[in-house]
């Protein structure tokens, strides 16, 4: 059963989850910052420029829902990502997964771990059973290995604004049947 409080900041190994609607205005800056980097933004389906102004409404927006959830993620104190979690469906446990490292983080390996760590935030704190439609675009070659090795599996590829993504989908059975970090 999916369970996700927004005052609680999350804590899975040296990683720590806060959420976007308890995020300092420093905080705020930081994220809209990453989300309009162009290392960031070219693989997403909306690759537009976010003013600060839409940015900061959509994370007042987030107060008042309950089929979306986003964190500012920490690694030892330090901001490194953001995670979140749409189109969550309480009947099936499922959700669908969102997430990206900091510009800084690119090309580092930390993706590798993040990625675990992150998928057992979602399956054994929150409650999430299945984690559906997390969208790699064709081309972003990391993305997809890292969430083919974590236990998703390519369900269906379409087409949007001219770009190719491929839908991964996975379990938690499947995420668990997988061999851990240690």
């Not at 990683?15 to 990453?34: A, I």
């Not at 690694?75 to 009947?91: C, G, Q, S, V």
């Not at 993040?114 to 559906?132: C, D, P, R, S, V």
Request: net charge negative.
């Amino acid at each position: 059963m999916i369970k996700i409080d927004r005052e609680i900041i999350y804590t899975v190994n040296e990683y720590s989850y806060k959420n976007y609607v308890v995020l300092t205005e420093e905080e705020k800056k930081l994220v809209w910052q990453w989300r309009n980097h162009p290392e960031i933004r070219k693989w997403m389906t909306n690759s537009d420029i976010i003013p600060l102004e839409s940015h900061l409404a959509f994370i007042e927006g987030l107060k008042n829902r309950t089929d979306a959830y986003y964190w500012l993620v920490f690694k030892e104190k330090r901001p490194i990502a953001t995670l979140n979690f749409t189109h969550i469906d309480y009947n099936d446990n499922s959700g669908m997964p969102g997430l990206y490292l900091s510009p800084d983080e690119l090309n580092t390996g930390e993706g590798f771990t993040f990625h675990y760590y992150y998928k057992e935030l979602a399956f054994h704190q929150l409650g999430f059973e299945a984690l559906k439609g997390g969208y790699v675009e064709v081309g972003n070659t990391r993305a997809f290995v890292m969430g083919s090795f974590w236990g998703g599996a390519p369900v269906s590829y379409f087409e949007e604004n001219g770009k190719g993504y491929l839908e991964l989908c996975g379990t938690k059975e499947e995420y668990d049947a997988v061999d851990k970090i240690s």
